[in-house]
């Protein structure tokens, strides 16, 4: 029983939030290793990006909740989740023409491109503030939890409860089903193959007839709904603050780099690198030893690694480390 | 002189409408905004010189201005004895702990063969050293967070004039440059430009967080000025005879003592800030000449040369012999210095230090579109990018609410589109910022004044 207990302190407090915090930064890092590996620059204006498509959403929810439309259980913000992504797509398609495609012709060095996407940052930034404010906003509605403390308490007769918040099982499911779809596009169909193949070698692809504007525009649209997607789970299960977004861009990029940038699978994984060693290296694992050991070795410290404060820290010094030992990243990536 | 025309006539017209500001909205606002123009051209040229010179990219720039603002704080504040008897000693520990730490590794990388025996060794030391450290330093570091923790609560500085810290700041950033260069410089342009991003955010957590080093998130307030106060100029004989005889036919024209009085009190209290802020400014104006005229000498030296011949083709370069490794730290560390100077003046102009401040946006990305507004590998040009961005971001707000007034006159006062307009104009500045960094891009993308190579 005891062990029992101990375990779903451990799930409760750190694998189900690191699971769903993981899944959010999986659908960024992705965000970015596609731009990188397709468009070949870093953008930096990915957490902005990512603020863009989910104000759209939140706006939609407040449009809908005002015409008292809800969807039952779930978030009414789903329901906005098409829109949003439209237009997402809408933005990004008209910030590729104006902006990144003349550098993309002229075959700009990547630098040059990284320090457009600045200014594409400070442009978003503004569009952002000008039209909802700096403000924290909430947009999450329906049914906040599936399982709460008190009930698993009832059910099973454990001294722990386990808590499932909706947005976090919303979370991890939308992420698996966007990632798969995405994954069977890119290796299944003739399109995805083509965007691989431009990806490799650019030059070989050229000759072998791919167009290299659907290429990009393709690859802009699969972007536009993974990073507003991303941005919306994120904003349910935290809450929406422009300037939150445009600091999750920096383990965002820590993900996409230690998974190895310019590989979807790599993104993919180095989220949930990054938000378990968050958590886990955060957590204080008092009440874990408290069941785990016996009485006469419980601990009366907290047993916390790290203090929350150095969150963010960590994944950055996660990133330093692989930077010195493999830079191409757990997977392998692009060579730098 | 014909070859620096262009430079002369940017440079004046900057400094009309700095004489603008001061003219239309006021004196006081027009001179803290050419104090903070000159310490972004310091920032500025810290980059350029690493950026324009060598082609390193440096994201880090906050990490570096957040270090000079930690020398002030080392540097000038008065010690905190209490702090230091209980537990001075214990953290004096750790620094040694540290530094033993430091040398046994490098000892073990010399002496023993690369092997896994070498690496258990070392992850070893790490290990029980950090362990070490946590035993010692956490039951000081409470002790230290609880002497007076609403005024002290830190270990305080050596209490040293705060002109000297300029140069600790200098020697801090270098300091961190150096580990930051070892580590990443090997690394192709955007992935060091990721990497510094994030290393610079790891340093300001860390003063964030660490309040027995510099309160943290408290912030540390008053910190010694350079210049006199306001209030002591307020009550000289010397400062209120000088704005009287300034003012002289203005006082003259009123008639009623009292009202003359009033008057007089109100002037003194204005050209008191006047006059604090030209100190500054004069100190500032110092620096920024100094540090022009070596880095000119220096770009145009042999030195300059190899710099540049290793920025535009390395193989090059390495062919000819040249150290590329060894010039590319040296050139990181010499910019990253040069910010850290800026992040010194910073403060001391501020008289606060507030770690919560630092933020990529600020620090980072605006002082970048600085370099390349101005012009990569142009110190003049440098400067320039410095006073034209800083100008437009902070005179962005007041333009934004002009032209929304301007363009909503028709609207009803509590028109709700108007209301947000207004409310929303501050963030007009990053807008102006965006668009402009992207037009230069896309323009001129050597920047306003471009880099001009003399030939001998």
New interface residues.
């Given amino acids: 029983m005891e062990f029992i207990n101990a375990i779903i302190v451990l799930l409760n407090y750190t694998v189900i939030p690191a699971l769903t915090y993981g899944s959010q930064l999986a659908l960024g890092a992705i965000f970015v290793t596609l731009i990188y590996g397709i468009l070949r620059?870093?953008n930096?204006a990915t957490g902005d990006m990512m603020s863009f498509g989910t104000m759209f959403a939140v706006l939609l929810t407040y449009y809908l909740q005002s015409k008292g439309i809800s969807f039952g259980f779930l978030p009414t913000a789903l329901l906005t989740i098409p829109f949003a992504i439209a237009i997402m797509i809408f933005y990004m398609l008209i910030i590729d023409k104006t902006?990144f495609s003349?550098y993309r012709i002229k075959k700009s060095?990547?630098?040059?491109l990284?320090?457009?996407s600045?200014?594409?940052?400070?442009?978003?930034?503004?569009?952002i503030?000008?039209i909802i404010?700096?403000s924290d906003r909430r947009f999450l509605d329906g049914e906040k939890f599936i399982l709460k403390a008190s009930e698993f308490k009832e059910m099973t007769g454990l001294n722990e409860g386990l808590t499932i918040k909706s947005t976090q099982v919303l979370t991890i499911f939308i992420t698996v089903v966007v990632v798969s779809i995405m994954f069977w596009f890119l290796n299944k169909t003739k399109t995805g193959t083509s965007m691989r193949a431009y990806s490799d070698n650019e030059d070989l692809a050229l000759l072998s007839g791919i167009d290299p504007k659907r290429v990009v525009m393709i690859t802009w649209i699969i972007a536009g709904i993974i990073a507003t997607i991303g941005g919306i789970l994120y904003g349910l299960d935290k809450s929406y603050r422009p300037f939150v977004y445009?600091n999750n861009m920096?383990p965002i990029?820590?993900a996409a780099?230690v998974g190895g940038?310019g590989n979807p699978y790599g993104a993919f994984f180095g989220g949930y690198v990054i938000a378990f060693a968050e958590i886990f290296l955060t957590y204080a694992y008092k009440r874990f030893f408290v069941y785990i050991l016996p009485e006469s070795l419980e601990p009366n410290s907290l047993i916390q690694l790290l203090?929350t404060?150095?969150k963010?820290?960590i994944s950055?010094?996660i990133?330093?480390v692989v930077?010195?030992f493999r830079?191409s990243g757990i997977f392998e990536g692009k060579k730098? | 002189m014909k070859k620096y025309s262009n430079v002369i006539a940017a440079y004046s017209i900057m400094l009309m409408l700095i004489i603008l500001v001061g003219i239309f909205q006021s004196w006081s606002i027009a001179l803290s905004i050419f104090n903070y123009c000159m310490i972004s051209a310091v920032m500025t040229m810290g980059a350029n010189i690493q950026w324009g010179y060598a082609g390193l990219i440096n994201f880090g720039i906050m990490g570096y201005t957040a270090l000079g603002g930690l020398a002030v704080v080392l540097v000038s504040v008065a010690p905190v004895p209490e702090s230091w008897r209980v537990g001075g000693l214990n953290m004096m520990t750790c620094l040694a702990l540290i530094i033993g730490m430091i040398f046994s590794i490098k000892y073990i990388l010399k002496k023993i063969q690369k092997s896994k025996k070498r690496n258990y060794l070392i992850a070893a030391i790490i290990f029980i050293g950090l362990i070490l450290i946590k035993l010692i330093s956490g039951p000081a570091i409470e002790r230290i967070e609880a002497v007076e923790p609403a005024k002290f609560g830190f270990l305080g500085g050596l209490g040293m004039p705060v002109l000297f810290s300029w140069i600790v700041g200098a020697f801090f950033a270098a300091g961190l440059a150096y580990i930051v260069g070892k580590v990443a410089l090997g690394l192709r342009a955007d992935y060091l430009a990721i990497a510094t991003l994030l290393i610079a955010e790891i340093v300001v957590s860390i003063i964030k967080h660490e309040d027995w080093l510099a309160r943290g998130v408290k912030n540390v307030i008053g910190l010694k000025r350079p210049a006199p106060y306001e209030i002591d100029l307020q009550t000289s004989s010397w400062f209120i005879n000088l704005v009287e005889r300034l003012h002289s036919t203005k006082l003259a024209a009123i008639n009623s003592l009292s009202e003359k009085q009033e008057l007089l009190n109100q002037l003194v209290i204005n050209a008191s800030s006047v006059y604090v802020k030209l100190c500054f400014a004069g100190m500032f104006l110092v620096v920024v000449i100094t540090l022009l005229i070596v880095t000119q000498k220096a770009l145009y030296s042999p030195w300059g040369r190899m710099m540049r011949a290793i920025r535009d083709n390395e193989e090059a370069a390495s062919a000819m012999g040249k150290n590329i490794v060894k010039q590319h730290l040296f050139i990181f560390i010499l910019g990253s210095a040069i910010v850290g100077i800026a992040g010194a003046m910073m403060v001391t102009n501020d008289g606060l230090f507030t770690p919560g401040s630092y933020r990529p946006m600020r620090y980072t990305f605006v002082i970048w579109v600085m370099v390349i507004v101005g012009g990569t590998g142009n110190n003049f040009g440098a400067i320039l990018g410095g006073f034209v961005v800083w100008f437009l971001w902070v005179q962005a707000a007041p333009m934004a609410l002009f032209f929304i007034n301007l363009s909503t006159a028709h609207l009803p006062e509590t028109n709700a589109l108007r209301v947000h307009l207004i409310e929303t104009a501050p963030y007009f500045r990053f807008l102006l910022v965006g668009i402009g960094l992207l037009l230069i891009m896309r323009f001129r993308p050597q920047g306003i004044l471009p880099e001009k190579i003399i030939k001998q």
Avoid at chain 1, 109 to 112: D, G, L, R
Avoid at chain 1, 118 to 127: E, K, R, S, Y
């Fill in positions: 620059f870093a930096f902006v003349y060095p990547p630098v040059q990284a320090m457009v600045l200014g594409v940052m400070f442009v978003t930034q503004a569009i503030r000008i404010g700096p445009f920096l990029f820590a780099i940038i203090s404060d150095y963010f820290a950055f010094s990133l330093v930077l010195l830079p730098i």
